[in-house]
């Protein structure tokens, strides 16, 4: 071996250097700009904050409304995932008797998600520094309104088709969509935006939001059903349907 071949890296080594570094910029900058805003932010700072020198940041991304858009834009990527995953975890399977309590969990699921500390930070940055991003405002939609309306109708759209919903229209499924999420967030995710917590019991904001929608679009036998429901169990993902588990009071 040479000596000139012993002083180099290996291409793997400097493509992992190269991502790490890359990393490390993107998830300091985050962090800045969530708590600085755009126009406050100083490179310096996500300099230092990434360990990297300030010429680093600008031989990585160029410009400083580049770094925003790609280091926002990844924490899109990735909450948008994980809200995609709780907003389309309804069941598909279910009977009319067990619809109440699975919308209610699913329900339950979307506001505790929606209304979480990280993706509220990300909401407030959006609002204020959004229309920096390239995409906008289709990138950020699903995070200042409704979170992603189109999985949610998809989901209330298969209870239409078991017959658990009664939904005659696509421009009525586009307006139980968006009352579904209305009534389950009530104004809960205005108030965390702000920093105020809601009055009240979360869970019975729910309970009455899912009453409500149920009222307007829940089938017959959605509602026959709970009426003869016994209200001493809770409800397990079992053989393709939530089943009723009896509590221990009950097993005595």
Same mark, same amino acid.
């Given at each position: 071996m040479s000596v000139g071949e012993g002083i180099h890296r290996d291409p793997p080594a400097r493509s992992r250097l190269h991502t790490g570094r890359q990393d490390r910029i993107l998830s300091a900058a985050y962090k800045v700009f969530l708590v600085d805003g755009y126009v406050a932010a100083k490179v310096e700072d996500i300099a230092a904050r990434a360990e990297v020198a300030k010429p680093t940041i600008y031989n990585y991304f160029g410009t400083k409304e580049r770094l925003f858009d790609q280091a926002v834009g990844r924490a899109i990527k990735t909450l948008r995932a994980e809200l995609i995953t709780v907003t389309g975890s309804l069941p598909?399977?279910?009977?009319?008797?067990?619809?109440?309590?699975?919308?209610?969990?699913?329900?339950?699921?979307?506001?505790?998600?929606?209304?979480?500390?990280?993706?509220?930070?990300?909401?407030? =940055?959006?609002?204020?520094?959004?229309?920096? /991003?390239? !995409?906008?405002?289709?990138? %950020?939609?699903?995070?200042?309104?409704?979170?992603?309306?189109?999985?949610?109708?998809?989901?209330?759209?298969?209870?239409?088709?078991?017959?658990?919903?009664?939904?005659?229209?696509?421009?009525?499924?586009?307006?139980?969509?968006?009352?579904?999420?209305?009534?389950? =967030?009530?104004?809960?995710?205005?108030?965390? /935006?702000? !920093?105020?917590?809601?009055? %009240?019991?979360?869970?019975l904001v729910v309970n009455a939001g899912i009453e409500t929608f149920l009222a307007r679009y829940g089938a017959p036998a959605t509602v026959i059903g709970h009426q003869s429901e016994p209200r001493d169990h809770q409800y397990v993902w079992h053989e393709g349907c939530l089943r009723p588990v009896p509590s221990a009071s009950v097993l005595g």
């Open positions: 598909h399977r279910l009977c009319a008797y067990h619809l109440r309590p699975a919308l209610t969990q699913w329900a339950q699921a979307i506001t505790s998600t929606f209304t979480r500390s990280d993706v509220t930070e990300l909401r407030r =940055l959006l609002l204020i520094d959004g229309v920096r /991003l390239s !995409g906008w405002p289709h990138v %950020g939609r699903d995070f200042i309104a409704h979170p992603f309306p189109m999985t949610i109708r998809s989901c209330l759209a298969r209870q239409v088709q078991l017959g658990n919903l009664l939904v005659r229209s696509p421009e009525e499924m586009y307006q139980a969509g968006q009352q579904f999420v209305s009534l389950a =967030l009530g104004d809960v995710a205005q108030l965390t /935006l702000i !920093g105020l917590a809601p009055d %009240g019991d979360g869970d």
